[in-house]
């Protein structure tokens, strides 16, 4: 579907100049739902606007469908980029245009009948499931139906591709799983390609089923999260995952000693990045080391038979069977830190 080459963008400034994209080479196959995920500044932004050349690129090949639309005249290029629909953070409305008045922009911009604009836009009201708000302005719409519109917008010309710029960032988890389901169904139903740009662990699971990570304007990694998650070496997909801090309960902190004393147990905090389950790890700490504990807190995705994240544990076990235990984890390669005695 779309295949980016050897693709570099450098920003030029009177004294300076930065090179935002160094030589991405990313191939996106037709169907696919891609998230780009890396930290800000990256380049994320800069490599979905040059998709569909918004932000033109110095060197490389955008080839969609068979185009390299970097080769292109702008008459040729306005063309094809009506085959590819974009969504923003911000959802970039009109706000002296009625809901059925934004949609219908794209096709009156290209001079299609306003029976056949009235038939279209009603059909995309309707897949967004804003049938009841055509007439409305977008000052008075939550959110979540602003994002609706501006999705119905993108797709009036039946793009191919959909590319989408933080698309749920400014919205509520509720709203933001209810937007996702809508690009979910899409991808399915219009069978339309995705690619996104994210910070939320939560999108990428939801709905991509490939990932590319960008770091200082460089492609370090692409493949399904699962690979990614695997292979484990990435500080990139570290940071995305284990973003969340685990702080010991107040109650539980007023107690706790920096050194070993009788009677005291270790808090420990484990951090799983893949390579064994939550479920294994209680397992093996309760039947195997027969250590009684306390799970304090846990923060844990599950991918697949993987689990991620963080959890706080509260050994009560022997001293010798908890040490058995942190010998395990080391075995394991389970990140572990004791956060005092208690
Ligand atoms: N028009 C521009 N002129 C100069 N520098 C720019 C321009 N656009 C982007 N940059 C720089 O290029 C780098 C990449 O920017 P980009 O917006 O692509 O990053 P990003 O990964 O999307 O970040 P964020 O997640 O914060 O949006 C940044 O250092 C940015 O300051």
Known sequence: MIEIKQLSKTFRQKHAAFRALDNINLSIDEGDIVGIIGSSGAGKSTLIRCVNLLEKPDEGQVIFRGTDLT???????????????????????????????????PLELDHVSAAEIEKKVTELLKIVGLEDKAAAYPNSLSGGQKQRVAIARALANDPWLLLC??????????TTQSILQLLRDINQRLKITILLITHEMDVVKAICNHVAVIDHG??????????LLNENTN??????????V??????????????????????????????????????????????????IKADIEYLGKA????????????VADNEKAVQYFNKRKIKNAIKGYA
């Open 71 to 105: 080769k292109l005249n702008s008459r040729a290029l306005a063309s094809h980029r009506k085959k590819i629909g974009m969504i923003f953070q911000h959802f970039n409305l009109l706000s002296s245009r009625t809901v059925f008045d934004n949609v219908a922009l």
């Open 246 to 295: 685990m702080t010991v309960p107040q109650e539980l902190h007023q107690q706790l000693r920096q050194e070993y004393a009788e009677g005291l147990s270790p808090l420990i905090e484990l951090e799983l990045a893949g390579n064994i389950s939550f479920d294994e790890l209680i397992d093996t700490v309760y039947n195997q080391f027969k250590i009684p504990y306390k799970l």
């Open 165 to 174: 710029d933080e698309a749920t960032s400014a919205l509520d988890p509720a």
């Open 307 to 318: 689990s991620f994240g963080k959890l706080l544990l509260h050994l009560k076990g022997t």
């Open 218 to 227: 460089k492609l370090v990694a692409k493949g399904t999260l699962q690979q």
């Open 235 to 244: 500080p990139i997909i570290q940071q995305f995952i284990n973003t969340k």
